[in-house]
C-alpha cells in the first residue's frame, strides 16, 4: 500500500510543478564546460579520482582538447591539468581503475584511431606504463577497456573491445599478472583471437557463481551479442546460444543492475530502431531469469526506446527503492515531445513508464555516454552526459529532493584480498524483508563510468536491517542496524559474517576451512536416517545434499566454484548453519 501511496504523491508532485525542473542542467554555474566532435562520441566518468568523498569528471575529447579534468571541490567544478605523455589525441574512453591496488587511481585511456595508454598514478605524478606492462604499443581501433577480476586472484584484468570494421584486429584479453605487467590470455582462455566489432565488453556475474563472466555487444548486425561463461579455471566457454543473449543488433552499450531485486542481474542494450528484418525490439531488457538464461523484455517492460540510442543507466532517481533508467539519445528532435533522451520510471509491477516532461525537455543534443554520480552529496543521484558538438556536455541535477524526502545509503567498498576498487562485488541490504542488490563495475553505459559509491534509496526507512557485501574472493562482510542518510565504507574482512554467531549444542568439526577439494566433517552424536547436510551458495541455491550415515564423513568439492558456501546440518527437528570458503 506504501508504494501506491508514493507514486501517487510523486504524479501529484510532478503534476504540480509541470513536470518541470525535476532535473535542472547547471553545467555553467558550477564551472563545468566541455564538448569535443569525435564522431559516434564518447564516454564520460564520474569517479571520484582524488578520493576525497566528492564525484569528480573526466571527460574525453578530440586533438584539439583531448581530455579534461573536472576536479570536484564542494559541488563546485575546477579543471585540472596533468601531465600526460602521448597526449593530445583523439580519444572514446578515460577509466580510473586501481590496477597495482596501492591505493590510488590510475587511468586508462582508449582510442580508435590512435594508441590506448595506462598510466600510473603516484601522487597525481603519472608514468605511461604502456610499454612496460605490456599493452599492445599500436593503433587497435579500441573502443573500451573494461576492468574485472575474472580469475579471482585480487588484481584487475584489461578486455579490450577493438571494433574493427574490417574484422582482423580482435579484441584482447588481458590478465593482470601482480606485477605492473598484464599477459594476453586469447588463447589460453580459449576466447580466442577473433573479431566481432564489439564497442564494450562487459564483466558480470550472470548466473552468480562467484566468477566473472564477459557480455559483448557488437555493432553493424555482422555478429551477434555473445556471452562468454567463465568455467573458474581461467577459461571461457561461449554459451550465448543456450543462455538466449545471441542478439543481432547494432548494439552500443549495455547497462546492468538487478532493476527487479531478484538477486540475478538484468542488462539493457541500446540500439537503432526496430528493424522488421532482425526478431529484437529497438533496444534490449534481458531480464535474467535465475536459471543461466535470459528473456527479452524490452516492449511490455515499456522500455524498448525504438530510436538511435547510446549511453544507458540503471539509476534510482527518487530513493524510492527501485531502479529507474535513463537513455541517452542521437536524434535532436521533440516530436510528439520525445525529446533526445529518456528517462523511465519503475513502477511498483516492474514496468517501466516514461516521464516525457521533467526537466529534460530542453534536451535536444546528440547524446553518447552518461554517467551516474552525486556531485553535491545530496543523496540524489545526478548525471553528465557527453555530447558532440555543437553541443557542450550536460550535467543534470536531480531536484527529487525537493518533492518526496526519501532517504537513502551510500556504499563505499575497499577490498584487501579482492581488488582495491571492489569491482565484481555484490551489495545487499534489506528493509523488512524487501532486498535490493548492487554490482560494483568499473565501465557502463556507453563507454562510461559511473562513480564507485554505490546509492541506494530507501524510501520512508531511517534503519536498514543489514548491508551484506559478498567480495570475489567469497568473503562477506555483514552490518547491521544501518542508519539511513550516511555513506558507509566498508573494508574488506572487517565486518565478516562468522559461524561464532550461531549457538549450537551440536559438536561439528569441519575442516580444513578454507579449503580446495575435500571437507571433512566430524560429529559426535546424530541421529541415525534422520540426519543430513545441505550445501547452499550465498543467494541460497542448493547445490548438495549428504544423508549422515557416520560420526565422520569427507566430502569432495573438487565441482565447487571458488567463493562462499554454507553448511547446513539437520539433527531431528534442530539445525545449524557454518560457512566453508573454497579457495580453488
Not at 464 to 482: C, N, P, R
Request: negative net charge; hydrophobic residues 35%; glycine residues 8%.
Amino acid at each position: 500500500m506504501k508504494h501506491h501511496y508514493t507514486t501517487f504523491l510523486l504524479c501529484f508532485f510532478l503534476s504540480l510543478y509541470g513536470y518541470g525542473q525535476v532535473f535542472v542542467e547547471i553545467s555553467e554555474s558550477v564551472n563545468f564546460s566541455f564538448s569535443n566532435t569525435i564522431q559516434f562520441g564518447t564516454g564520460v566518468s564520474f569517479c571520484d579520482f582524488d578520493n576525497d568523498g566528492w564525484d569528480d569528471i573526466t571527460v574525453s575529447g578530440d586533438d584539439e582538447e583531448p581530455i579534461g579534468f573536472f576536479r570536484n571541490v564542494n559541488g563546485v567544478f575546477e579543471e585540472v591539468t596533468f601531465e600526460l605523455e602521448q597526449l593530445p589525441m583523439s580519444l572514446k574512453q578515460a577509466v580510473w581503475i586501481d590496477f597495482d591496488n596501492d591505493g590510488d587511481k590510475d587511468l586508462f585511456v582508449a582510442s580508435e584511431e590512435y594508441k590506448n595508454r595506462l598510466y600510473r598514478n603516484d601522487d597525481f605524478i603519472f608514468t605511461d606504463i604502456t610499454v612496460a606492462a605490456g599493452i599492445p604499443d599500436m593503433p587497435l581501433k579500441t573502443n573500451s577497456g573494461s576492468w574485472g577480476d575474472f580469475d579471482n586472484d585480487g588484481d584487475l584484468d584489461l578486455f579490450l573491445s577493438n571494433r574493427d570494421l574490417n574484422q582482423v584486429i580482435p579484441n584482447m584479453l588481458f590478465r593482470n599478472n601482480g606485477d605492473g605487467t598484464f599477459e594476453n590470455v586469447n588463447q589460453l582462455s580459449e576466447i580466442g583471437d577473433v573479431s566481432k566489432i564489439t564497442f564494450q565488453g562487459t564483466f558480470f556475474d550472470y548466473n552468480n557463481d562467484g566468477w566473472l563472466d564477459i557480455y559483448l555487444i557488437n555493432d553493424r548486425k555482422v555478429t551477434a551479442n555473445i556471452l562468454y561463461h567463465n568455467n573458474g579455471d581461467g577459461t571461457f566457454t561461449d554459451v550465448t546460444e543456450e543462455a538466449e543473449v545471441g542478439y543481432v543488433m547494432d548494439a552500443m552499450s549495455v547497462g546492468l543492475d538487478d532493476y527487479n531485486a531478484d538477486g540475478f542481474i538484468d542488462a539493457y542494450i541500446t540500439n537503432t530502431a526496430y528493424d522488421e528484418d532482425f526478431p529484437v525490439p529497438a533496444n534490449a531488457l534481458m531480464k535474467n531469469n535465475g536459471d543461466g538464461t535470459f528473456s527479452e523484455i524490452a516492449i511490455p517492460a515499456g522500455v524498448s526506446f525504438d530510436r538511435t540510442s547510446w549511453g544507458a543507466n540503471f539509476v534510482d532517481m527518487n530513493n524510492d527503492g527501485r531502479l529507474d533508467l535513463y537513455v541517452s539519445g542521437f536524434d535532436d528532435t521533440n516530436v510528439n515531445g520525445e525529446v533526445s533522451a529518456a528517462f523511465y520510471y519503475q513502477n511498483e509491477d516492474t514496468s517501466f513508464t516514461r516521464i516525457l516532461s521533467n526537466g529534460f525537455e530542453t534536451d535536444l543534443a546528440h547524446s553518447y555516454g552518461n554517467a551516474s554520480g552525486d556531485f553535491d552529496n545530496d543523496g540524489y543521484l545526478d548525471i553528465v552526459v557527453a555530447n558532440r558538438e555543437p553541443y557542450t556536455f550536460d550535467l543534470w541535477n536531480n531536484k527529487y529532493y525537493q518533492l518526496l524526502f526519501n532517504n537513502w545509503l551510500k556504499v563505499s567498498l575497499e577490498g584487501v584480498e579482492s581488488n582495491r576498487d571492489g569491482y565484481g562485488s555484490r551489495i545487499e541490504i534489506s528493509i523488512n524483508g524487501e532486498k535490493q542488490y548492487r554490482v560494483t563495475t568499473s565501465v557502463e553505459s556507453y563507454l562510461s563510468q559511473n562513480s564507485d559509491v554505490e546509492t541506494f534509496g530507501v524510501g520512508e526507512a531511517t534503519v536498514i536491517d543489514y548491508v551484506k557485501v559478498t567480495w570475489l574472493s567469497g568473503h562477506i562482510d555483514l552490518i547491521e542496524d544501518v542508519s539511513a542518510n550516511q555513506t558507509l565504507t566498508i573494508v574488506e574482512g572487517q565486518s565478516p559474517l562468522t559461524i561464532e554467531d550461531v549457538q549450537t549444542d551440536f559438536d561439528i568439526q569441519l575442516y580444513p576451512n578454507p579449503t580446495e577439494d575435500i571437507i571433512t566433517i566430524k560429529i559426535a552424536e546424530f541421529i541415525v536416517g534422520n540426519s543430513k547436510i545441505k550445501i547452499h551458495n550465498v543467494l541460497g541455491q542448493l547445490v548438495a545434499t549428504h544423508v549422515i550415515q557416520e560420526n565422520e564423513m569427507v566430502l569432495s568439492t573438487s565441482n565447487f566454484y571458488k567463493g562462499t558456501y554454507f553448511v547446513s546440518f539437520y539433527m531431528g527437528n534442530e539445525h545449524v548453519t557454518t560457512k566453508i570458503i573454497m579457495k580453488i
